[in-house]
């Protein structure tokens, strides 16, 4: 379980994972030993799972996004393929899916020779892939790993508009 104070606790850690503590405490008005106290709750319980740059892809060669729809040949329940998928180091998410497809893959690649080396060595060696589908992104309008918690809004507003002295 969590409270209001979690809530807005992850949401500003979602917003800048670099907060410090103090900055926490500050801003609402707590202990940094409370806070402290609070997040290593959070973890432990594992709604917080992890911390992690942002890294620009198109500034280290990884400009091209990709959405590949995979078809497999597994029985029912089975996931062996996905689990080989999720190795190869280009693909961002797999996940699972309902209708037609049984898998849909997120990846990031450098240009098509690269999305197609990737295709023919990786995943044309899982021996469960039937066939593939893909989606060549041409402009990303919104991409974000951030979920949309209650009490979001106000987090994002005293993170845009910090409070002044004396207010």
């Known amino acids: 379980m969590y409270d209001s104070i979690d809530l807005r606790i992850m949401n500003m850690l979602q917003a800048n994972s670099r907060i410090s503590n103090a900055d926490i405490a500050r801003q609402l008005k ?6 402290l106290e609070r997040i ?3 973890e432990e319980r594992g709604l917080i799972t992890g911390y992690e740059a942002r890294i620009d892809p ?3 060669g990884l400009g091209l996004l990709v959405f590949l729809f995979v078809r497999t040949d597994e029985r029912v ?3 062996e393929a996905a689990r080989l998928i ?3 180091p280009e693909v961002l998410e797999a996940h699972h899916v309902a209708g037609e497809d049984c898998y849909l893959v997120k990846l990031r690649v450098k240009d098509t020779e690269h ?3 990737v295709l023919r060595e990786q995943f044309g060696r899982i021996e469960a892939i039937r066939s593939t589908r893909t989606t060549i992104v041409l402009e990303s309008v919104k991409e ?3 979920l949309p918690l209650p009490g979001r809004e106000e987090t994002e507003d005293r993170i845009k508009r910090p409070r002044r002295a004396g207010k």
């Open 40 to 42: 290593r709750k959070l």
């Open 58 to 60: 198109g500034e280290v």
């Open 115 to 117: 999305l197609s080396r």
């Open 86 to 88: 999720a190795r190869i």
């Open 30 to 35: 707590m202990a940094p030993s409370g806070i």
């Open 144 to 146: 974000t790993a951030r």
């Open 77 to 79: 329940g089975e996931i």
